[in-house]
């Protein structure tokens, strides 16, 4: 499976980059090697960017960079090593 069908919330494992040159090194660089454990944040309409956190980082791909990179689904959430910080503060 590649990473941009992922859905938000959705965990994954790193299989391998299929992206050559630059790219490829770059992602690599940032953390997408095997075996790696990120989760989806969030995608935009239209083939907009996917932010992902990985690694402790959010980061937001190109829809080409994410179609380079290949995953598999952790569908049982043990894949969220870093959870989704909570959008806004909390009121006393």
């Known amino acids: 499976m590649i990473l941009s069908k992922l859905k938000p919330g959705a965990g994954f494992v790193v299989l391998g980059v299929k992206l050559e040159r630059e790219v490829g090194r770059r992602l690599a660089d940032m953390g997408f090697i095997q075996g790696t454990r990120g989760f989806i944040i969030r995608r935009e309409l239209f083939g907009g ?3 992902v956190q990985i690694l402790g980082y959010k980061i937001l791909l190109r829809r080409s960079e994410a179609d380079g990179i290949e ?4 569908k049982h959430g043990d894949a969220l090593e870093f959870p989704p910080e909570p959008q806004g503060e909390a009121c006393d």
Do not use: F, L, M, S
């Open 49 to 51: 960017p996917i932010e």
């Open 71 to 74: 995953v598999k689904e952790n």
